[in-house]
């Protein structure tokens, strides 16, 4: 997935930081290899019995360090690209408009094939997907206005602290390319499972990964009745059912100029 994230992300953001939970094939090589990236080890468990809230109590903490550094912080998974066909006028002119935090419609994607050419964008290859509340997330906000995320597991839900100003309109989409050839996610479901401590398997964070094949199976097909072109039918914000998930938060209309040049850092937390 590495070559495919760089591509969506790197015309737009100016440093990654990688959180390597011990890879063991040639991650390491390609992240050492891009010029903007710092690879860091995952730091041991802020709670041993579980993977998954240790990962959480990082993700509420690691973008601190880009306060006066960066404009926008953006966390998230490496198979999570934030897509919009004018990123960086967009994220201009909700700078421009005091906004501090931009909400992204989420959406499934899927394909029963993988690309075997890593120089096309993900987006380019598969843009069939299904709309999806749970993936409509708060991925990316100023980190000098915000005081806390307070993230909750798989960063579905948050409450954040500071100045909290999003868009009127969600323009934002997050593109979840995890269902991509489904015997390459069998197979990563079955190495996943075996991450998982004790108290993940007990409150079921990352149930998936129990799925068997069938049961994944069927959940394709679900999806693939669910999913629509999205380059072809471009979606409302008023049709997604994600689109008052973060009704909460105060909105502001984008007006007026595209602003100044604008600096970004990425922070991906994923088992590479």
């Given at each position: 997935?590495?070559?495919?994230?760089?591509?969506?992300?790197?015309?737009?953001?100016?440093?990654?930081?990688?959180?390597?939970?011990?890879s063991?094939?040639?991650?390491?090589?390609?992240?050492?290899?891009?010029?903007?990236?710092?690879?860091?080890?995952?730091?041991?468990?802020?709670?041993?019995?579980?993977?998954?809230?240790?990962?959480?109590?990082?993700?509420?903490?690691?973008?601190?360090?880009a306060?006066?550094?960066?404009?926008?912080?953006?966390?998230?998974?490496?198979?999570?690209?934030?897509?919009?066909?004018?990123?960086?006028?967009?994220?201009?002119?909700?700078?421009?408009?005091?906004?501090?935090?931009?909400?992204?419609?989420?959406?499934?994607?899927?394909s029963?094939?993988f690309?075997?050419?890593?120089?096309?964008?993900?987006?380019?290859?598969?843009?069939?997907?299904?709309?999806?509340?749970?993936?409509?997330?708060?991925?990316?906000?100023d980190?000098?206005?915000?005081?806390?995320?307070?993230?909750?597991?798989?960063?579905?839900?948050?409450?954040?602290?500071?100045?909290?100003?999003?868009?009127?309109?969600?323009?934002?989409?997050?593109?979840?390319?995890?269902?991509?050839?489904?015997?390459?996610?069998?197979?990563?479901?079955?190495l996943?499972?075996?991450?998982?401590?004790?108290?993940?398997?007990?409150?079921?964070?990352?149930?998936?990964?129990?799925?068997?094949?069938?049961?994944?199976?069927?959940?394709?097909?679900?999806?693939?009745?669910?999913?629509?072109?999205?380059?072809?039918?471009?979606?409302?914000?008023?049709?997604?059912?994600?689109?008052?998930?973060?009704?909460?938060?105060?909105?502001t209309?984008?007006?007026?100029?595209?602003?100044?040049?604008?600096?970004?850092?990425?922070?991906?937390?994923?088992r590479?």
């Amino acid at each position: 997935m590495l070559p495919f994230f760089f591509k969506n992300y790197d015309p737009w953001v100016d440093r990654y930081f990688v959180y390597d939970d011990g890879s063991e094939d040639n991650s390491l090589a390609l992240l050492r290899a891009h010029p903007r990236t710092e690879v860091r080890s995952q730091p041991p468990y802020s709670d041993p019995a579980s993977r998954i809230a240790s990962q959480l109590d990082l993700q509420n903490e690691i973008w601190k360090e880009a306060r006066g550094k960066a404009d926008w912080v953006i966390v998230v998974d490496l198979d999570e690209h934030l897509y919009h066909p004018r990123i960086i006028p967009y994220l201009r002119k909700c700078k421009a408009n005091s906004v501090t935090v931009i909400s992204a419609l989420g959406f499934q994607m899927i394909s029963n094939s993988f690309p075997n050419d890593d120089g096309v964008s993900l987006f380019d290859f598969c843009s069939t997907g299904m709309p999806d509340r749970t993936c409509t997330k708060l991925s990316i906000f100023d980190p000098n206005e915000i005081d806390r995320t307070n993230f909750e597991i798989g960063l579905h839900h948050a409450a954040f602290e500071g100045r909290v100003l999003a868009p009127d309109s969600d323009e934002l989409f997050l593109l979840h390319f995890h269902f991509l050839d489904v015997s390459r996610v069998v197979a990563r479901h079955k190495l996943y499972l075996t991450r998982q401590r004790p108290k993940d398997l007990e409150n079921q964070w990352g149930v998936q990964y129990t799925w068997s094949e069938e049961k994944l199976r069927d959940q394709w097909a679900r999806l693939e009745r669910g999913s629509t072109d999205i380059k072809r039918e471009p979606w409302e914000h008023k049709r997604h059912p994600g689109r008052d998930k973060w009704c909460d938060i105060p909105r502001t209309r984008l007006l007026g100029p595209v602003g100044r040049s604008l600096r970004s850092l990425g922070f991906g937390t994923d088992r590479l």
